[in-house]
């Protein structure tokens, strides 16, 4: 969270809406009180992607003012935030009569609101809006706000760039992606309008471990054959769309849409919004209706997309659905041994051994781009340096790489299917409202270790677990932690279960 600078914070004069502004060190200390309650109430994953870059810049008058950094966050945080922005700053500042949000370029420096830019809350009188020159020029900032720069919206759905890098033949194929690969590339050379009998093809993985290499290897195919195709990750769709709804374009931006003939959609998970993710699903129905070919990647399966309308994860869910393991060492080998080659193309001179290739793919295990920045950092110290490489001299230059000794990512639907197979359960017993003592305990035992194991906020667990309240979670996990205190046999219990989810 940006600390408002003392300017913004007086950026009021007696005439206008922010008239007797908050004190900078009371404004920061209550916008951080703001940002737990926010935190707290939407989960860490929603308040990262979300509110990170918002500022807090002065209260006063029953009027209170925030900047964010770019004009669709603006529109995001008007559209699905600003009620609970302003539950979170009447709880420190009492009832307000109006919410501005503004872009933070064309922010810095005004002294007062023009009425374009001021957001009423529901229920509010409407003072009356002053702008900077007075009040016979408050008809003029309306009209230009109504208004868009041409062409501001003119490409609402252009797909997100390729990297002209990322094709087939470049693509490393080993035990945990041969399937992933294959259909993936069944899906490039079928013919327009033929869709394959597993469509949708659904890949999901880690990061790093080859998703996008494969949907831009598509999107490179169905170029070369002049196929109607489009790469789009989750965020260039959400702004696309909220783009076009603003110019009043949206009908132009279906059409378009559904008039391709391959849609390659990727980073779903982040795919956020009651209406947006309406729109995608029409649109994916509208497609796969009409035997088009549909490849969406996430780093989940469609049944864990819990923040995922439902209606969207089932129809992914019909389709092939396909996980890309972790890189085993001889294709961690492999990748090092073509990254070594394209970097030999742009440094002649460049060149490691094979006792250094076997410590680099030994030592890092985690992902594609890890290797990536091994052989970078490699390339770089015997540039720099024009010492040998080393083992030793290797291990030093990509120490920050080597997560051998971190703990295991744990995810929370591994913690549930684990804990529901040890207590002779089944996950959707622990996902339901049942009650029963051989439910509950596995339930809270869950709860418990996803809390430990994860870092996951409590009414993100309670989402995982059915939608349960947080302070459901929270009883849970006291009771084991009271239990594994008194209860040996438990304790023993949970230990291993942790052991076997950080294995």
């Not at 945990?176 to 949708?200: D, H, I, K, W, Y």
Request: glycine share 8%.
């Amino acid at each position: 969270m940006g600390v408002p600078s003392k300017s913004a914070v007086a950026c009021a004069t007696e005439s206008g809406p922010f008239s007797e502004p908050v004190d900078g060190q009371r404004l920061a200390q209550s916008w951080l009180r703001c940002c737990e309650r926010l935190r707290a109430e939407l989960g860490d994953d929603i308040f990262n992607s979300w509110f990170g870059r918002i500022e807090l810049e002065a209260v006063a008058g029953g009027h209170a003012r925030l900047s964010v950094p770019t004009r669709f966050l603006k529109s995001w945080i008007d559209t699905h935030y600003l009620g609970h922005i302003t539950a979170a700053l009447a709880a420190e500042f009492g009832a307000l009569a109006r919410i501005l949000v503004v872009v933070r370029s064309s922010a810095r420096g005004e002294p007062q609101l023009a009425a374009a830019a001021v957001c009423p809350l529901p229920g509010a009188a409407k003072p009356r809006a002053v702008s900077p020159a007075g009040p016979e020029r408050a008809p003029a900032a309306r009209r230009a706000s109504s208004h868009p720069a041409p062409g501001a919206f003119a490409d609402a759905l252009v797909g997100s760039p390729l990297d002209r890098r990322l094709t087939f033949s470049t693509f490393q194929v080993g035990r945990s992606n041969q399937l992933a690969f294959t259909a993936a590339q069944r899906v490039a050379e079928s013919l327009g309008g033929r869709a394959s009998a597993f469509c949708p093809l659904f890949i999901h993985s880690a990061v790093g471990l080859g998703k996008t290499h494969l949907l831009q290897a598509v999107a490179h195919t169905a170029a070369a054959q002049g196929r109607p195709a489009i790469y789009l990750t989750a965020e260039k769709f959400m702004y696309g769309f909220v783009a076009a709804l603003q110019a009043q374009t949206s009908i132009a931006f279906k059409e378009r849409l559904r008039a391709i003939d391959l849609l390659i959609f990727d980073d779903a998970q982040f795919l956020q919004g009651k209406t947006i993710q309406a729109e995608f699903g029409h649109a994916l129905n509208a497609l796969l209706d009409a035997g088009r070919e549909v490849i969406v990647a996430a780093d989940r399966p469609p049944n864990d997309l819990e923040a995922l309308d439902e209606r969207v994860r089932s129809r992914l869910g019909v389709g092939l659905c396909v996980e890309i393991g972790a890189l085993d060492e001889p294709l961690r080998m492999k990748i090092l041994e073509a990254r070594v080659a394209a970097a030999r193309a742009v440094q002649p001179g460049f060149d490691l051994s094979p006792a250094v290739l076997a410590f680099v793919a030994r030592s890092i295990r985690s992902n594609g781009r890890d290797l990536e920045g091994a052989v970078n950092r490699l390339l770089a110290h015997g540039t720099l340096t024009g010492a040998p490489l080393t083992v030793e001299a290797a291990e030093v230059a990509i120490r920050d790489l080597i997560r051998a000794h971190e703990p295991k990512r744990v995810k929370i639907e591994d913690i549930q299917k684990l804990v529901a197979t040890h207590y002779s359960v089944s996950r959707a017993d622990i996902l339901s409202s049942r009650r029963t003592a051989v439910v509950v305990k596995p339930r809270q035992v869950a709860m418990f270790l996803a809390k430990t194991l994860t870092m996951r906020s409590l009414p993100e667990i309670g989402r995982r677990f059915g939608g349960r309240d947080h302070t459901t979670v929270l009883h849970a996990v006291r009771k084991i932690e009271a239990l594994t205190q008194s209860d040996g046999s438990l304790k023993e219990e949970v230990d291993l279960l942790k052991r076997m989810l950080q294995d």
